[in-house]
């Protein structure tokens, strides 16, 4: 179990923006040596300055998408060479698109899975051999609240998270099996302050203004919140970490309502005068202009 970070080897991917960014700026604080990659050069080189004014010193950067499977591989395996090592992955980069599933692409939904799950996917298969190696290594992937109940226009964001959520669970089991010493959490984001729906795509018909004014309405919780929870849950050992009040009563009331709680969400989806909810799960590392469906 990793109880300090300082000086371990922390790989972040969507660290350009949001919960990745900042995660990187706290990992940088405890002294840990950092591997961040995110697609946007831009909100990389932002990231990789504002760590350094933090005092962290040593720091690599790549540009990278996590939905090309041998880009992936190839980066864990230079990484590792690089530091000597890794011992903290998160998975984090993510993207939203809001779509009912009738409308929806096939090229949009493709889209929003390679990266959303496939990079969760490649992310830990690349980095697990070098995190039993570590001894202590630990895996986090970012899930959401919506990996635990269906959302309208939300189909291919919930098919992903709840694969991530699956996914990880297994990973996590297999871990303990093997005693590998492998450290594995899934996350569960609620509503956090970032630029995830503001980067997404919409299928024709829904207003995009709309949308990120919903996803604000309902975003109570920080970027730098959110990493503290995370990473404080890595530093007690959790398997789940859910980040914010809301995400926690999303948990307990699937939980203890079951079959109830499907009538309160359509309920809230039509309140809310859109009949759709919009993503709440942040990871980013994705900026990508608003696409018909």
Known sequence: MIREFTGRVCVVTGAGSGIGRALADQLA?????????????????????????SGAKDVHTEVLDVADRAAVLGW?????ERFGGVDLVVNNAGVALTAGVE????DD???????????VAYGTKAFLP?????GEGHLVNISSVFGLFGVPSQSAYCAAKYAVRGFTESVRQ??????????????????IRTNIVRNSRAAAGHDRDEVVALHDSVSRTSAEHAARVILRGVRRGRTRVFVGADATAIDVGSRL??????PLVRVVSKRSGSNRLTPTASPEGYSTPVTGG
């Open 76 to 80: 864990a395996d230079a990484t590792a």
């Open 257 to 262: 309502l079951g079959s109830v709680f499907e």
């Open 174 to 191: 297999e871990m303990r099996l093997s005693g590998s010493g492998v450290g594995v959490t899934t996350v569960h984001p609620g509503g």
């Open 29 to 53: 604080a405890h002294g840990a040596r950092l591997a961040l990659a995110d697609v946007d050069p831009d909100g990389l080189r932002e990231t990789a300055l504002r760590v350094a004014r």
């Open 109 to 119: 939904f493709e889209w929003l899975m390679g990266i959303n799950f496939w990079g």
């Open 103 to 106: 409308e929806m692409s096939w």
């Open 130 to 134: 070098h995190l039993r190696r570590s």
